[in-house]
């Protein structure tokens, strides 16, 4: 490709002078920003005094969330079935129930989240994480979109409805907590995002021949509820990120003192055994900053701590060994000559 | 045109200037073989080459059916476009996937098809070969419609075409081979035509070929005798045509022509191409024997030649180490996914999110599994597809958009616009903008690059006689020289500058015997040429003047200097001539003319006086002349004007050696039969007439020689000196005499007086190897300083030295030297002197000239630069940039070539880091999700994150922004140095950058990750994290190394920021997606602000950090000047550089 200007054919001597504009002429008013030390320095004590201060705040922040881990998935094989867990958990005449009990280490204060929570589950494995439908779950009229939904697709030539490994797969051990005896409620309406609810769930679609093949995987759904009312598949259907996740199962409403013992009845239905997965209760409650997590707050203050470090070494560094900007004898060609 | 390899004023300079270089044709040979001799006798041999039958064509004048009956020739409809409407898709399309880039894209698209392999949606996997590929298209379509707009109006043009014995209108697409035209005064010429007659009753026929090759001056063409009375309306013309098969050579023809019975020959002069101008003559008659896409105009119009920059050499390089990235991250992946599979081969069945096979049909398979051999194979491309931008195929595109971006701005720059010939800078190649900024070699010519090329006369010697005395501008005394014609005065239209006593002398002198050799002398200037007096009006009706048209420069100041002095030629046809002595108008019959050739050197005519003496005039270079004139008598004239021409060549004038001979009447009868002979032949015709000419050129007398000053053009020696001082050597290759380019040499600064000159002329190849081992014996030491030598090596010595052994010791002489000057060097040594350089050293050679002589150093060297000016538009054809002066090399280079470089290497770092960074953070994710290839980032935002989400502020800031203003890169050429040792781009900042990249990706990656460990956070929410995450972050990279903001900076980053954000929202806002609403819910969160906000300061801080701290104890030149630019006082700057620049010691 050739730019240039063309004469026209016969050789019209128009003036092909370039049109003067600050642009063509790479003129443009700018802003010539150089960091001087002084902007050098202003800046890192600015992130200093910036990030400090929010990396205590987020460390206090997660300091006062109180929170209640207990894992039961190994606790609550009975004894007898200890070297047959596959066995145990996939056969549908074995008790599954299973009462623990956890201690409440600090006062509690409402809203306290249950979550679930699994280890070593891939819920964002690629064969996982493709199988489903989002537009059978959105409206009736999308039934028979299994495609992407496979093994889970079709039971017979008819769809399954919700299709695909994820609503198969659905988590459904239960908990039922009680303190001395008296019931805490847990609330399990509201635990899912008010958009899936409102549109990305249909209120026209019911469970359709699911978990009614040969392995079932999971929960069973109530067929009579449309699927924006089931909020348990709703939550389990934003897959999880990572390998380890929490899923909230309920809220309760109540507060918890400390040192109150919490009796746990478990139905120990869902089998992670098969691939080394772990099962754990979550009690716990929130701040502003989510659940219990350090990081930030550590990572604040070591960003800040070192901004703070390398202020400090600018400032020495320009004290003594100072240069002067714009200084002619720091070019190359000039402190050549002066060595000869 | 004049060449200065030959320096002389040649007669008819076309057949040797094309010769020894074909136009576009690669026959450039690494070297010189043979030198001068041989590269034109060769050329001779291509331009005059006899017709053979088998490589001919016949052309029945006026009978087109006859013509085309056994052979189809072309017809003359033109077709620059390369499509039409069906074939546009294909075609464009093949040409497209031409380019690797393009097929990688491909094949990456046509594997993710495959269902095994499906990680991106269809539309998603397709989309940014589509952008690419739609984008290409429609900027070819354009330009092709232009170019199909261009052939309509060209093929719809009108002519007259002889039909049925009448002249009768035809559109320029329909004339076929063999019909006779018809054209009027500035009519463009609709194809090549052999001339058969022309308004002028001698068959004068005067064209302007500024559309074929630049020249803006007339030329002449003739029809032959035999036609040019013939009426072709009423007197049918019944010839055969026989000639060469069509060529791209616009300076040769070659073919015989039947009429009557009567065989003629035709030549260059009897023939006027398409593309050229009929003027001062009112019509012309001719056949037209090529047609279309076989004219000549057509057969040079092929595109630039196709170089690849350094740096994107450089680059390549790297790309193939990302390659090999990219291989390992994806082994790495498939390793682990192997390992993965097997450790949980058993559970596979039941697993979950595994669910190996598939119970609703019968017989229960594998669902989608074939094994684990299968599933890493699989594995493997899965994750070449995910990681496919970890080789920046954008890059691909971004550096042409940049290299458009970078020609608009050099076009359109006033700095190196050439006010005197209006002509822009140009951009012909296109790829290789960033080579400006590296250059270490210029090679340059002199004449016409160097200097002016407008000759003035200055000097004369006559007979052993110096006037070079007190000079008087004619303005001073009277108006010039003037004639009376037919009660209006001429004038010529330029004025000379008059020796007096010379003017007296041949005003007054008549009867002296120095007046008549004075007489003798003014004669032979004004006769012996090919210059054609063309009377032009003024504003006063009583006034006009003459222009005197020719091709060679030389001729014209000979001419107007002859007519300053009373000797104006007045008329020329191909018979005779009028000249106007002292105001008496004389006729001369031109009974016969030797036109140059650049193996003779020289040009002759023979004269038939009024008095009915004959006269042969001979004018040619002196050392061509001293072999003919006639040693007998006149020595101490000889010598005399010997050690004139010394002395003028000495100060640098380019000279000329006139003579002539009485011809007896029998030797010119012999003369005359022999030459009719020649000139008629079918079979070695150039070889004869040359025989003939050398047979009549002997035994001159010598008459005089004359001066020429050929003007250094504006700005060259401030040129040279800041190109120097920018640590660029510039070498000068010329066709000039070693005392000329010596004085050139000195005028222009490349020399200076106290510098050694280290001369080396040689006969032979053992005084050569004599002479350079000498030359390293003295200066050759590493302790030599190198601003203090200088080399001067003539072509002769260059035959012995190229291509021998002897180049090493050359090569290592020269560079040791501050300046060489090579001259009397052929046009293939020039290439050979410049393949010296480039084969043995890695510095990056430019190499500028404006004559066909130039074209083959040109075509060598790394970069190569026309002068658009004087001489033909074959350097510029040839060239990868043109321009109209010298001087325009130091903005060229200095500031463009600075800022190209500086803008090219940051770009390509900028889009290696970029896109690394966005794989790295995918290979993190991959590293939690069972090696599965699991994006958390949406199939769309990967897709878009090369094409939209960063795209645009790369490309605009590598147009836009300026490490350095133009004053301090004017003021300091040092700062070219950064290109020279290139700062910008290399294995160093190339490992920086990918660490920058690793810790980066690891920032982006790993804070969220953290952060949102054990929570109950969703894939979608923590990919749009991600997503924000590194476009801000990379976005905010671009920001801290942008020098300047102007409103467009600010605009293409902040807007990119913006633009990313409401595609975010865009997609999360589809219901059907699985991450639907997910940005909402994430932007709800105080923790993803934190995040956000902690991943930015922590990814750039270990950059800031080294940033400041080299800026502070290690500033590059350009810091500290980007620093006086802004806090300093340049002009301080600029006295102390000068000061302590140790090259000015």
Not at chain 2, 826 to 832: D, E, I, R, T, V
Request: with cysteine.
């Amino acid at each position: 490709m050739e730019v240039s200007t063309t004469n026209n054919a016969n050789g019209a001597s128009t003036k092909s002078k370039p049109h003067h504009s600050r642009f063509t002429q790479q003129e443009l008013p700018a802003w010539k920003p150089i960091l001087t030390p002084g902007w050098v320095i202003t800046s890192f004590l600015a992130i200093a005094f910036l990030f400090i201060p929010i990396g205590l705040i987020s460390l206090f922040a997660s300091e006062r969330v109180v929170e209640i881990v207990y894992r039961y998935d190994q606790e609550c094989i009975p004894e007898m079935y200890c070297d047959n867990v596959t066995g145990y958990i996939q056969s549908s005449h074995t008790n599954k129930t299973c009462i623990k009990n956890v201690t409440v280490p600090k006062k509690m204060i409402a809203p306290i989240f249950v979550y679930y929570q699994l280890d070593n589950f891939y819920q964002n494995h690629r064969r996982y994480v493709k199988s489903r439908s989002d537009k059978q779950l959105r409206s009736a009229s999308g039934e028979f979109s299994t495609k992407g939904c496979e093994p889970e697709a079709k039971l017979g030539g008819a769809p399954i409805v919700p299709c695909g490994l994820i609503a198969w797969s659905l988590f459904n051990d239960t908990y039922s907590l009680s303190i001395e005896g008296k019931v805490i409620d847990i609330n399990k309406k509201g635990i899912a995002w008010k958009s899936d609810t409102n549109v990305k769930f249909g209120s026209n679609v019911y469970p359709k021949n699911f978990q009614a093949g040969d392995l079932i995987g999971g929960g069973k759904l109530n067929e009579s509820l449309p699927l924006n009312e089931q909020e348990d598949l709703i939550v389990w259907m934003r897959t999880a990120a990572l390998p380890t996740f929490r899923k909230l199962y309920g809220k309760i409403n109540s507060n918890l003192e400390a040192q109150d013992v919490i009796k746990v009845v478990l139905e120990n239905n869902y089998n992670t055994y098969s691939f080394g997965g772990q099962k754990k209760l979550v009690i716990s409650t929130t701040s502003w900053i989510g659940g219990k997590n350090d990081f930030l707050g550590i990572a604040y203050l070591t960003v800040g701590g070192i901004c703070l470090f390398m202020a400090l070494n600018f400032i020495l560094l320009y004290v003594f060994k100072p240069r002067p900007l714009g200084d002619p004898s720091y070019l190359s060609w000039n402190r050549n000559s002066s060595r000869q | 045109m004049s060449l200065d390899d030959a320096q002389f004023v040649n007669g008819n300079s076309q057949q040797q200037s094309v010769g020894s270089v074909d136009l576009g044709s690669k026959r450039v040979s690494h070297g010189s073989r043979g030198g001068g001799a041989d590269s034109e006798g060769f050329s001779m041999s291509m331009s005059h080459r006899d017709i053979n039958d088998e490589d001919s064509r016949l052309i029945y004048v006026n009978d087109a059916l006859k013509t085309n009956e056994r052979f189809e020739f072309a017809g003359n409809s033109i077709r620059t476009a390369k499509y039409s409407i069906f074939s546009f898709l294909p075609r464009n399309l093949f040409e497209q996937f031409h380019r690797v880039a393009y097929i990688y894209f491909l094949i990456i698209a046509i594997l993710n098809q495959l269902p095994q392999l499906a990680v991106f949606g269809r539309g998603a996997s397709i989309l940014p070969l589509s952008i690419v590929l739609l984008v290409t298209a429609i900027k070819d379509a354009y330009e092709d419609w232009r170019r199909h707009r261009s052939d309509r109006i060209e093929n719809n043009r009108m002519v007259s075409v002889l039909i049925n014995d009448r002249f009768q209108l035809k559109k320029w697409k329909d004339i076929q081979v063999g019909e006779v035209v018809k054209f009027s005064a500035d009519d463009t010429i609709p194809c090549d035509i052999v001339l058969l007659s022309t308004s002028d009753p001698t068959g004068v026929a005067y064209i302007q070929t500024i559309n074929l090759d630049g020249e803006s001056n007339l030329k002449t063409r003739y029809a032959k005798q035999e036609t040019l009375s013939r009426v072709p309306e009423k007197d049918r013309i019944n010839g055969l045509i026989k000639c060469e098969k069509p060529n791209r050579n616009i300076y040769g023809f070659m073919a015989n022509m039947e009429v009557d019975g009567k065989h003629l020959s035709l030549g260059p002069s009897n023939i006027v191409l398409r593309g050229c101008v009929l003027k001062n003559t009112n019509w012309a008659v001719g056949v037209a024997v090529y047609a279309g896409s076989e004219t000549k105009a057509m057969l040079n119009s092929s595109g630039s030649p196709s170089k690849r920059s350094r740096l994107e050499t450089r680059m390549n390089r790297e790309i193939i180490l990302l390659s090999v990235f990219l291989v390992a991250l994806c082994a790495v992946v498939s390793v682990c996914a192997g390992v993965w599979l097997i450790r949980n081969e058993d559970d596979l069945e039941i697993m979950q999110f595994y669910r190996k096979k598939d119970y609703s049909k019968l017989p229960v398979e594998n669902y989608n599994y074939s094994g684990v051999a299968m599933e890493i194979f699989f594995t493997f491309l899965m994750s070449v597809i995910v990681f496919q931008i970890m080789i920046p195929i954008s890059l691909y595109i971004s550096m042409e958009l940049v290299r458009v971006g970078q020609a608009y701005f050099m076009i359109r720059d006033d700095k190196m616009y050439d006010e005197s010939s209006n002509s822009r800078f140009q951009c012909r190649a296109l790829n290789i903008n960033e080579d400006l900024g590296q250059i270490k070699y210029i090679f340059s010519d002199k004449t016409g690059t160097l200097t002016e090329n407008k000759m003035e006369f200055k000097y004369a010697s006559i007979f052993g006689v110096d006037y070079s005395g007190e000079k008087i501008n004619i303005d001073d005394e009277h108006r010039g020289y003037s004639i009376q014609v037919n009660g209006q005065v001429w004038r010529p239209k330029m004025k000379v500058v008059v020796d007096k006593e010379l003017l007296q002398l041949s005003q007054n002198g008549k009867n002296t015997e120095a007046g008549k050799k004075i007489f003798d002398f003014f004669l032979a200037l004004a006769a012996c040429n090919t210059i054609v007096p063309i009377v032009v009006d003024t504003s006063d009706p009583a006034e006009k003047l003459v222009d005197y048209q020719g091709e060679s420069p030389d001729e014209q100041a000979l001419v107007y200097a002859a007519a300053a002095y009373g000797f104006m030629l007045m008329e020329r046809t191909s018979g005779h001539i009028v000249i106007d002595i002292q105001g008496e108008r004389t006729r001369f019959n031109v009974l016969g003319m030797h036109e140059f050739d650049s193996d003779r050197k020289r040009m002759s005519v023979i004269l038939g006086f009024p008095d009915g003496t004959i006269k042969v005039i001979v004018k040619g270079a002196d050392t061509s002349m001293f072999n003919i004139i006639d040693k007998s008598v006149n020595l101490d004239i000889i010598n005399a004007t010997k050690s004139h021409l010394y002395s003028y060549s000495s100060i640098g004038l380019r000279t000329l050696v006139v003579g002539m001979r009485e011809l007896g009447v029998t030797e010119f009868n012999q003369w005359q039969s022999s030459y009719e002979t020649a000139s008629t032949a079918v079979m070695g015709r150039v070889a004869l007439l040359r025989k003939v000419a050398i047979n009549l050129e002997k035994n001159i007398e010598i008459v005089g020689a004359s001066a020429i000053e050929d003007k250094l053009q504006k700005g060259v020696p401030e040129a040279i000196e800041s190109l120097r001082k920018a640590d660029m050597k510039v070498w000068v290759l010329t066709g000039d005499k070693q005392e000329t380019a010596i004085s050139i040499g000195y005028s222009s600064k490349l020399l200076t007086s106290n510098m050694t000159q280290v001369v080396i002329n040689s006969n032979s190849k053992m005084s050569s190897r004599q002479n350079l081992e000498d030359a390293l014996n003295t200066y050759g030491g590493p302790e030599s300083n190198e601003s203090s030598l200088a080399l001067i090596i003539d072509g002769t010595s260059l035959v012995y030295i190229l291509d021998s052994e002897l180049e090493e010791q050359l090569f290592q002489l020269a560079s040791n030297c501050a300046a060489v000057l090579c001259c009397r060097v052929a046009p293939l040594q020039k290439a050979g002197i410049v393949a010296l350089i480039k084969n043995r050293t890695d510095d990056m050679t430019l190499a500028i000239g404006d004559g066909a002589n130039d074209v083959s150093m040109i075509q060598m060297a790394d970069v190569g630069i026309g002068i658009s000016g004087q001489e033909g538009r074959q350097a510029v054809m040839a060239s990868d940039f043109a321009m109209g002066q010298f001087r325009f090399l130091v903005p060229l280079l200095l500031v463009h070539g600075h800022w190209n470089y500086q803008r090219m290497g940051y770009m390509i770092l900028y889009n290696f880091y970029r896109n690394a960074v966005f794989v790295f953070i995918l290979f993190w994710y991959v590293l939690f999700t069972g090696f599965t290839l699991t994006t958390a980032i949406t199939e769309w935002s990967s897709v878009l994150y090369s094409v939209l989400y960063t795209s645009a502020p790369t490309v605009i800031i590598a147009v836009l922004d300026k490490d350095l203003s133009r004053r301090s890169l004017m003021t300091y050429p040092q700062l070219y140095g950064a290109g020279q040792r290139n700062e910008s781009y290399n294995a160093k900042l190339f490992w920086l950058t990918i660490a920058d990249t690793l810790w980066q990706s690891i920032v982006v990656f790993y804070v969220p990750l953290f952060a949102y460990w054990r929570s109950d956070i969703d894939g979608s929410s923590l990919g749009d994290l991600w997503t924000l995450a590194v476009v801000f972050l990379v976005n905010i990279h671009l920001a801290m190394d942008v020098f300047r903001w102007t409103w467009i900076s600010h605009a293409s980053i902040w807007g990119s920021i913006i633009a990313t954000c409401v595609c975010v929202i865009i997609i999360d806002a589809i219901p059907v997606l699985p991450g639907y609403w997910a940005i909402f819910d994430l932007a709800s969160k105080k923790s993803f602000w934190i995040c956000l906000l902690g991943i930015q300061i922590a990814g750039v801080i270990p950059r800031f950090v080294i940033k400041m701290f080299i800026q502070h104890c290690k500033p590059s030149d350009i810091q500290i000047a980007r620093e006086a630019e802004k806090y300093g006082n340049v002009m301080e700057l600029s006295g102390q550089e000068i000061e302590m620049n140790p090259q000015r010691r």
